[in-house]
């Protein structure tokens, strides 16, 4: 292909475009450089085609005629003008000129757009290699991969919970003479034992809450002396009132009755006392009253109290000693202060020889469970014999119910078995050694632990 006819074309173009002006025709200097513009718009095109076709057309290395060496520049598809046929001796030297085969064509081309070993390509149409990179050898190794469970054919996925019991007990520290409460003890005073093993204290607290009380008193008609001491205690309790403390006074004979809800108001307790007017039976049902009272306030949220004002006979129940026992430990949450009416009545009666053996056992016997009950939840038990003792039993009511201790801990034992666990607290020193108190003379003091016996453990399906 002869690469110098788009330049004659071009050439010819421009002498016909330029020839077309009329003789004797003068122009202008605008007509000037509209032709001056026409003619590069139609030069342009034809140089880009020129240039285009030399770039994309191949050079094959021909060999000298003279030298033998490969002269670059030729075309293998570009009949050279005035070059002889293959095979045909040269008229000047005498040699042959040979043309490259398309075989040995496509070899040199391969051996041009071959790249170096490593590096860049070697022209501008090469093949890039890039070089290899070498694997770091102090590299970790990577994790192993992580194992996908399968679960068995037919069962789906499950969340396990469990859940770890916390027990909570009341701690009251009081003066064995006083009954003062014993304040400024630290975690590290207490040791806490279940079934005789020691528990780690999980939060230690001292509280001073509101409380939310019920005063449940016997109101029968066996003896006038019983009920004038059940209502001076009463009045005494509900004078040691604060605005913040929910009471609820509960009465029982034969059946129980609620003469007022939980409340604020003192006037409304004062009210429910003054309508005790005449007994209706002179039966006591205390097993009965007292069961009741403990399935009502298992429903209300926090810690309650009971003060239980009654003689501790028991006369006509459904409910059995065994039974109620089990549903005092069964019941947390609650503790029982204890109140002994008539004792007066019965020294004198006791005295004159009104008592026999049979009514002297069945006092003792009163006397022992209202005990019970109020050990077994931490509370403690009074039996006044004047009427100038109330003030300082409801004194100290009030300080134990108000300043208390509150420990917290996860049993060792986490089976939920449903089985009683007994609770044992004892205070210590800096030295685990039993603690000693002294008064200001440097004598001995001693001092009662109150908290509850045991609880019962939950069971799985509670």
Known sequence: ?????????????????????????????????????????????????????????????????????????????????????????????????????????????????????????????????LPKKQEDQNAPPPPPPVPKVVNPPGMGNYSLRVDVPVVNVDVNVVLDKTREFVPNLQESNFRVYEDGVEQKIADFRRTQAPITAVLLLEFASNNYYFIYDMQNAAYAFAQSLRPDDYIAVVTYDLHTRILCDFTRDKQVVYQSLASLRMPFFSETNLF???????????????????????SGRDTFSKITLDTMLKKVKNTPNVTIFSIGTGQTARIMEDAYGGMGPIGRMDYLQADNQ?????????????????????????????????????????????????????????????????????DEKHHPLKYDVNAREGYRAQRPVE
Request: proline share 10%; aromatic share 8%.
């Open 370 to 438: 209202m005990q019970t009950f109020a050990r077994l939840t931490g509370g403690m038990s009074f039996f006044p014999r004047f009427e100038g003792e109330m003030p300082d039993i409801f004194k100290q009511i009030n300080n134990s119910i108000r300043n208390e201790y509150l420990l917290a801990y996860r049993p060792t034992d986490s089976k939920l078995d449903g089985t009683y666990r007994k609770i044992k607290v004892e205070l210590v020193d800096n030295e685990g050694k039993p603690l000693r108190m002294q």
């Open 1 to 129: 292909m002869n690469t110098d006819i788009p330049n004659k074309r071009s050439a010819m173009l421009v002498k016909q475009f330029w020839s077309r002006r009329p003789e004797g025709a003068t122009w202008t200097r605008k007509k000037w450089i509209r032709r001056s513009v026409l003619a590069c718009a139609l030069i342009w095109p034809l140089a880009m085609v020129h240039g285009y076709a030399q770039q994309t057309t191949p050079t094959v290395p021909v060999p000298s005629p003279q030298t033998g060496n490969a002269q670059p520049g030729a075309s293998p598809n570009t009949p050279q003008q005035n070059t002889p046929q293959q095979g045909t001796p040269s008229p000047t030297t005498g040699s042959q000129t040979t043309t490259a085969s398309p075989s040995t064509q496509k070899k040199n081309q391969n051996q041009n757009e071959a790249g170096p070993e490593e590096g860049g390509p070697g022209g501008d149409t090469g093949i890039i290699v």
């Open 288 to 310: 009965d009253a007292l069961y009741e009272t403990l399935d009502r306030l298992s429903r209300v949220p926090g810690h309650k109290y009971i003060i239980l004002v009654s």
